[in-house]
C-alpha cells in the first residue's frame, strides 16, 4: 500500500490547518495523521507492550509475538529480541535489529520478541532546544514537559548528539538473567552525531512492568547504528511528547513465562542492568 496520499483541500481546511500548525507546533503531515487515526477510529492514545521487564529480569527470554503482529500495535517503540539478541528500535514504522556489533539490521517478519513496548507515535506537544545538556540535565528537562506522574509518554528526541553512549547486548545461548546478560555488554560510543532517541516514561508504581522512569534506545540519523541508551549530551533537538494514558499488555503463552517466579523484587537488578 503506498503511504502517499495527494489530496486539494478546501480553502476553508487550509485555514484551519494552518491555524492548528501555528497553536501546537506540529507539522502538517502529524495533524492530518492525527485527524485521520480520529475519524477512523484507530487508538493511538494506548502503549502495548508484550510481557513484564521483570520476567526479562528473571531469565524469560524467549516470546510468541511476532514482529509482524507487533507492528500492528504501533509504528514507534522498542525492546528486544528472542534470546536478548540485540536492542529492537521502532521508528516510523521499520523495526530495527542493533546487534552486538552496534550495527542496524532490518528485522523478518517472523522475528519474535520477549519484550517490547510500541504505541503509534502521535506528538501532543513539540519543542524544539538548542542548548547542549548532558543526560541528567536532559531528563529534568523532559521532567517539565510531563504534566502528571502517573500516566505513560512516548518520547522522541532528535537532531545532533554532542556525543552518545549505547550498548547492545549479545545473543544468550541459553536462559540467562539480564544483569548476566549486561555483565559483558558491549559498549559503543558516538560524537558529533545526528540522530534519534526512541523512548517512554513510565511511572513508578508500573516498574515490575516496565522500566521506571525513562528508558531510550538510540538511532543514528542514516539508521545504521545504535544502542541501548546510557548516556549522552545533546546539540540542538526537537522534541516529542505523545501522552498515552491508556495500556494494553499481551502476557506470553510460553512454559518459560508461566513457570516463571515473578514475585521477587528485582527493582536493584533492573537498575544494574540499565545502566
Known amino acids: 500500500m503506498n503511504s502517499s496520499l495527494h489530496h486539494r483541500l478546501s480553502p476553508s481546511l487550509q485555514v484551519a490547518l494552518a491555524k492548528r500548525q501555528r497553536e501546537t507546533g506540529q507539522s502538517i503531515e502529524e495533524i492530518v ?3 485521520l487515526g480520529q475519524y477512523l477510529e484507530v487508538d493511538e492514545e494506548t502503549i502495548f507492550q508484550t510481557s513484564t521487564i521483570s520476567a526479562l529480569v528473571e531469565g524469560v527470554n524467549k516470546g510468541d509475538l511476532t514482529v509482524g503482529e507487533l507492528v500492528t500495535h504501533g509504528n514507534f517503540g522498542l525492546g528486544t529480541f528472542d534470546d536478548l539478541d540485540g536492542e529492537m528500535v521502532l521508528l516510523d514504522g521499520e523495526v530495527l535489529q542493533l546487534k552486538s556489533d552496534g550495527q542496524a539490521y532490518a528485522v523478518a517478519e517472523s522475528a519474535k520478541t520477549p519484550f517490547a513496548t510500541v504505541t503509534f507515535w502521535e506528538a501532543d506537544r513539540t519543542v524544539v532546544l538548542n542548548q547542549p545538556l548532558d543526560y541528567s540535565q536532559l531528563q529534568a528537562y523532559l521532567d517539565t514537559l510531563l504534566p502528571s506522574d502517573n500516566i505513560f509518554y512516548a ?3 532528535e537532531g ?6 549505547t550498548r547492545s547486548v549479545a545473543r544468550q545461548v541459553e536462559q540467562t538473567r539480564l544483569i548476566d546478560a549486561t555483565a559483558q555488554q558491549p559498549v ?12 517512554f516514561w513510565t511511572p513508578t508504581y508500573m516498574q515490575t512492568v516496565n522500566v521506571p522512569g525513562y528508558h531510550f534506545h538510540f538511532l543514528t540519523q542514516d539508521r545504521r547504528q545504535g544502542g541501548h541508551l546510557l548516556d549522552c549530551r545533546i546539540g540542538q533537538v526537537t522534541i516529542g511528547i505523545d501522552d498515552t494514558p ?11 513465562f508461566l513457570a516463571a517466579d515473578l514475585s ?3 527493582r536493584e537488578e533492573l537498575h544494574q542492568s540499565e545502566k
Open 160 to 165: 545532533s548528539f554532542e556525543f552518545v553512549k
Open 188 to 199: 559503543f560510543e558516538f560524537h558529533q552525531v545526528q540522530g534519534t532517541l526512541v523512548g
Open 33 to 35: 495523521e492525527a485527524a
Open 264 to 266: 521477587k523484587d528485582t
Open 155 to 157: 518520547i522522541k528526541v
Open 246 to 256: 491508556q495500556m494494553r499488555m499481551a502476557l506470553p503463552n510460553t512454559s518459560d
